[in-house]
């Protein structure tokens, strides 16, 4: 999230517009039913990644707050034990090697010819939260893909990169390598940038990236943030994927400065970018996150105060509130988490797995973990 603009904007509209209170509120109505996992400062991201017959927790992190930090890899194991009493840990992923410059944010896998494969958006131009360093190239796509030792080992393999990766916050990767890119709001702070976030312009796409190419796609939304994707099944069940004339499915994806999630109808031609049409919008009272849906339910995490934000991300006593909403049909939303940001400030994404509620943030070192 690029916070200068977000200030900016915040002193440009009325403070009211950019600070808020919020309920408490638990999943199963216990303040006590939440733990905290040490992790790293910074998991802003995470994904569930099935190995053999285990599941894992991968996470992104990043100290976004100190110049000249670079990020990692963590994974959890969500084992039966772990799940029973809620006690996890997290060790870093056991990577060959990071490649240079490795600031991660969003992640997503997908399968490559069988193997597990981990696409992580990597900013190595951020040297400082100001963006004054020039290095190239400024937004990547690091590659990694699993090991056959069957111990959770990753190899780096390659990294990809193109101009049309503007600004690149999170990405959702379907099998054989394509990608759907969501990009903010562009690197560079700039008037023109303030106007576009003050009047909520649609000027941030989705780049989507196959067979080694990267295509720009037709729709453009205010401030672009989280990204999720569905294949339309056809009447076997079967999931719809591959080189087939044409592919079709749902897209969702976030508008911070909107308050909205996006939903289209995606229809792919040839295997070129996929053609979009805005079906509807789902609002919030704040800006949507990271999105993330399984059998379990689909959650995103809101924003709802920048102004508080932006105060947590010079200081870690300055909290920010987090909300956590289940999409439960439709465009109907539910509040299933809600604090102040006492408990987990600037709270960036959720994921549920059997009967825990795992939700991540920005800024500080641990992820927290609810009954749900």
């Not at 056991?94 to 399968?111: E, L, T």
């Not at 805005?278 to 399984?294: C, H, R, V």
Request: hydrophobic share 35%; glycine share 6%; aromatic share 10%.
């Amino acid at each position: 999230m690029n916070v200068k603009l977000l200030v900016i904007v915040c002193l440009l509209i009325s403070a009211t517009h950019c600070s808020k209170t919020v309920p408490i509120v638990h999943p199963n109505d216990n303040s006590q039913a939440c733990k905290k996992i040490e992790v790293a400062p910074g998991p802003e991201d995470f994904e569930i990644i099935s190995s053999g017959n285990k599941n894992f927790l991968v996470i992104s992190t990043h100290e976004r707050r100190e110049k000249n930090q670079l990020g990692k890899l963590f994974s959890i194991e969500l084992d039966s034990k772990s799940l029973s009493t809620g006690n996890f840990q997290a060790t870093e992923l056991k990577v060959d090697k990071y490649p240079g410059n490795f600031r991660p944010h969003g992640i997503s896998h997908s399968k490559f010819q069988g193997k597990n494969r981990l696409y992580v958006i990597s900013h190595p131009r951020l040297k400082n939260s100001d963006w004054t360093e020039e290095l190239d190239p400024k937004h990547t796509i690091e590659v990694f893909e699993e090991g056959n030792k069957g111990n959770f080992t990753w190899k780096h393999i390659k990294t990809l990169t193109d101009p049309l990766l503007e600004s690149p916050n999170d990405l959702f990767a379907l099998p054989e390598e394509r990608l759907l890119i969501s990009n903010d709001m562009g690197s560079e702070l700039n008037f023109t940038a303030v106007i576009n976030l003050l009047f909520k312009r649609a000027t941030t796409d989705i780049t989507y990236y196959a067979e080694n190419k990267f295509y720009p796609t037709n729709e453009k939304i205010p401030f672009g943030n989280g990204i999720w994707y569905e294949e339309e099944s056809d009447d076997s069940g079967k999931i719809v994927i591959g080189k087939k004339k044409e592919e079709r499915g749902t897209l969702y994806r976030s508008s911070h400065v909107d308050k909205s999630i996006y939903v289209y109808s995606a229809r792919w031609v040839e295997n070129h970018a996929p053609l979009l049409t805005l079906q509807y919008k789902i609002a919030f009272n704040g800006g949507p996150d990271n999105l993330y849906k399984n059998k379990y339910g689909f959650f995103t995490s809101v924003h709802v105060s920048d102004f508080q934000f932006l105060d947590h991300s010079k200081s870690p006593e300055n909290i920010a509130p987090s909300q956590i909403y289940e999409i439960t049909d439709r465009n109907q939303t539910k509040l299933i988490y809600s604090d102040p940001g006492e408990e987990i400030p600037g709270a960036s994404g959720a994921i549920r797995y059997g009967n825990k509620l795992f939700i991540s943030q920005v800024f500080e070192n641990f992820l927290l973990v609810c009954d749900i």
